[in-house]
């Protein structure tokens, strides 16, 4: 099982679903399979010895297999002198502190977050580079989805609790009278929505339904990264300058990075701060 960190989901005394912070869940890594190398090396000289690549004793995670294939591919480093798989954290200590970033970009991770919401995921969607990004559509998905996030100092004081249950309840409650009154409208005869066909005219009832939804709402997120966007990520939104919900989500996404290619983010040292919560820093910034 691919590594995750899952958060409960908590409901008011009405029945609105909420959470209270981020999950993150991997649902894909690199797959690596080397031995469809082998015409390729053995039609070198013999005597450089490529063959040997593929009978290393010591085997790799798949992102570090892949990326240290493909940086030794720029030098044919395949024989006895090259770094062997047990040599394999000095080597990526050296791609990092040269700055050889692109060899990092072949790996590919792919996350789920949820218990985030658009005040987290538009600071994400930023991030264009090396990423693929699919994200609910609330003009899709009607109000018998819809879930909320409680932002932490909601959490620490009872006060603004009690004010964010009953404010989530009040919207869930407005949203789907919202919806209601469109639809009856509209089978009035009004035509107020222009939709002619059943899904579209679902369609248009959700996006004007959705204008009472408050930032609070989720908003879960599809987003696929290579090892270097990931790290440049990391950097930005799990530093301790970053937005507490934005760290939040990002430290869970570090924390299960490093669990499934340790040496490719080892070099990151995780902080905490006076608040009690986690960041990351790293000397080899920018790879």
Not at 45 to 58: I, R
Not at 109 to 118: I, K, N
Request: hydrophobic share 40%; proline share 6%; glycine share 6%.
């Amino acid at each position: 099982m691919l590594p995750k960190i899952d958060v409960p989901v908590f409901h008011t005394p009405a029945g609105v679903p909420y959470l209270k912070g981020p999950g993150a869940i991997m649902i894909a890594r690199p797959m690596v399979d080397l031995s469809g190398m082998k015409n390729f090396l053995d039609g070198y000289d013999p005597a450089l010895s490529f063959s040997l690549y593929l009978d290393d004793p010591d085997e790799l995670p798949p992102a570090e297999a892949l990326t240290k294939v493909a940086g030794q591919l720029c030098y044919l480093s395949f024989g006895p002198k090259r770094s062997t798989n047990a040599r394999a954290q000095g080597y990526f200590e050296n791609i990092k502190a040269s700055k050889h970033g692109s060899v990092l970009e072949h790996a590919v991770f792919s996350f789920v977050l949820y218990g985030v919401t658009r005040s987290v995921t538009h600071e994400l969607v930023r991030h264009r580079a090396g990423t693929a990004i699919s994200q609910v559509s609330q003009r899709y998905v009607d109000g018998t989805r819809l879930r909320f996030v409680e932002d932490i100092p909601f959490q620490l004081v009872g006060e603004l609790h009690e004010r964010f249950i009953r404010r989530i309840e009040y919207l869930h409650r407005e949203y789907h009278e919202i919806a209601d009154i469109l639809m009856d409208q509209q089978s009035r005869g009004l035509s107020i929505l222009s939709g002619d066909a059943k899904t579209d005219l679902r369609k248009k009832v959700q996006q004007t339904a959705r204008e009472c939804l408050p930032n609070e709402t989720e908003a879960p997120i599809c987003l696929s990264g290579n090892v270097r966007a990931w790290r440049h990520i990391c950097e930005m939104r799990a530093s301790e300058h970053a937005d507490i919900k934005v760290r939040a989500a990002l430290m869970n996404v570090f924390h299960c990075l490093r669990a499934e290619a340790p040496m490719l983010f080892e070099d990151y040292e995780v902080i905490k701060l006076p608040d009690g919560t986690e960041a990351v820093r790293t000397l080899h910034s920018k790879v």
